[in-house]
């Protein structure tokens, strides 16, 4: 029998009655689940330091404001949304009744580890699911932390942790869960749409991917190289939103490049001590996730890419200097493959043709990145390519903006998170068509037999 059978029964049985709860009820557990969190702050910020290096509750700064965004307007969202009256409605009412899609399972990942285990929960939370929340097992007191705040804010006979490695992981994945949200790489994305095949469960899918920044010639360098040097080292680079190479326009690389370097020696290494002494840059997560990313480094450059900027690790301390790489080509690993570290390549284009196809080469990426200082260089990069999200003269801002649908295209993801988006992506938006109580008063039905008249009917409706 699967170890979690016993749980995923015991929420299936609940269900209902959390799919009845009002917009008040469901209030009440967003707030209560923010103030558990609040209150363990301190543990978060330890476990932080503990695990990447830097303060653990930075990560809980967009949870306050996704959860007050959700309180102000919850009501409007779950209450029946009309549709227009089209002809084919024939007079009657019409509208979208937004219900929970069941029992949901939520795999989250470690690099932001209590804001990603609990930012999609409460888009779940809001539509009136049950949850099962894993987190990432790579980030083992963050995770008992989560199952902590869970227990802390009273949701535990709706909302279940559990913890554990990627045989847990898989267990879950066996059994029927209505809806199945994973935030992580697209390798592991791939069984999971096959384990949700099983079951026709719905997928979110969150998945990152090889994000390019373009920098036109008219660009503002210092303030392109600031951003991006800036957006590469958040967390060291583990974040999905993080450009992962720069396309320049070939006329001001060696200027951009230098302007890169200056800016994140500034940010990182301003007394001149060496990054390894700044409290600014995190660590890489585990030893292996190290190796990897010295991999990657150390495969490109035999095989002739040059490390022109940092380049230092210490396998032992986690760490990795910001590096830069040129000379980048497709036969290196690194040139499709998802860094999720400090590192990051330059290459020149010569035509913004050209760096469209360089673009295209590989999947469509979580984000994409335009510089530039012309309205119509901006709106045609936006144009011609194609990704998830996307920032014109700047990077990873486009996350956690509760206004925005937040997500993915094909290999970097499917659905959408934050605000209303994210409710309705754990709702079933059922549509209701709905006739008069007082059938005196209903629309006309027509029944057969029908009169000749009717094919003449039917032939004026046909009429382009």
Not at 40 to 50: D, H, P, Q
Not at 402 to 413: R, W
């Amino acid at each position: 029998m699967n170890p979690y059978q016993a749980i995923f029964d015991r929420l299936a049985a609940a269900a209902p009655a959390i799919a009845r709860s009002t917009p008040a009820e469901r209030i009440d557990k967003l707030r209560r689940l923010y103030q558990a969190t609040y209150d363990l702050r301190a543990e978060i910020s330890a476990a932080g330091f503990e695990e990447l290096g830097m303060d653990g509750k930075l990560h809980l700064i967009p949870l306050k404001g996704e959860i007050q965004y959700f309180c102000e307007r919850l009501e409007g969202w779950m209450a029946r949304e009309k549709v227009e009256a089209v002809p084919e409605l024939m007079g009657r009412d019409a509208y979208v009744h937004y219900e929970p899609k069941g029992v949901v399972l939520h795999l989250a990942t470690w690099n932001s580890p209590v804001l990603i285990s609990l930012s999609p929960a409460i888009s779940m939370i809001a539509a009136g699911n049950a949850i099962v929340i894993k987190p990432s097992e790579v980030a083992p007191q963050s995770a008992e932390l989560v199952k902590q705040i869970i227990e802390k804010a009273g949701l535990a006979d709706e909302i279940a942790v559990v913890t554990g490695g990627p045989e847990t992981a898989q267990a879950l994945l066996e059994l029927p869960f209505n809806h199945i949200c994973y935030v992580g790489n697209n390798r592991i994305g791939r069984f999971v749409m096959e384990a949700a095949a099983k079951h026709f469960a719905g997928v979110t899918l969150e998945m990152g991917g090889k994000n390019p920044a373009i920098v036109a010639a008219d660009a503002d360098l210092a303030d392109a190289a600031a951003k991006i040097g800036y957006a590469r080292h958040l967390i060291a680079g583990q974040v999905c939103l993080s450009p992962d190479y720069v396309l320049v326009d070939a006329t001001v690389k060696d200027a951009f490049v230098d302007a890169l370097k200056t800016k994140i020696s500034a940010m990182f290494n301003p007394n001149g001590t060496g990054f390894d002494t700044s409290a600014d840059l995190p660590r890489i997560v585990n030893e292996r996730h190290t190796l990897r990313i010295k991999a990657l480094i150390d495969d490109a450059v035999a095989k002739g890419a040059k490390v022109v900027f940092g380049g230092e690790i210490d396998v032992a301390k986690r760490f990795i200097a910001p590096t830069i790489l040129e000379g980048v080509t497709p036969a290196m690993d690194i040139f499709d493959e998802e860094v999720f570290g400090p590192v990051i390549f330059v290459q020149p284009f010569a035509t913004r043709e050209e760096a469209v196809k360089e673009v295209a080469k590989r999947p469509k990426p979580l984000g994409l990145y335009v510089f530039t200082q012309n309205r119509e260089m901006a709106d045609y990069f936006i144009d011609h390519t194609r990704a998830g999200t996307s920032a014109i003269n700047n990077a990873v801002v486009q996350a956690n903006i509760a206004t925005l649908p937040f997500g993915g295209a094909n290999h970097s993801g499917i659905g959408r998170l934050g605000g209303r988006a994210g409710f309705i992506e754990f709702s079933n938006p059922r549509g209701v068509v709905e006739d008069s109580l007082d059938q005196s008063q209903s629309s006309m039905m027509f029944y057969p037999p029908y009169p000749p008249e009717a094919a003449m009917f039917i032939e004026h409706m046909l009429t382009p």
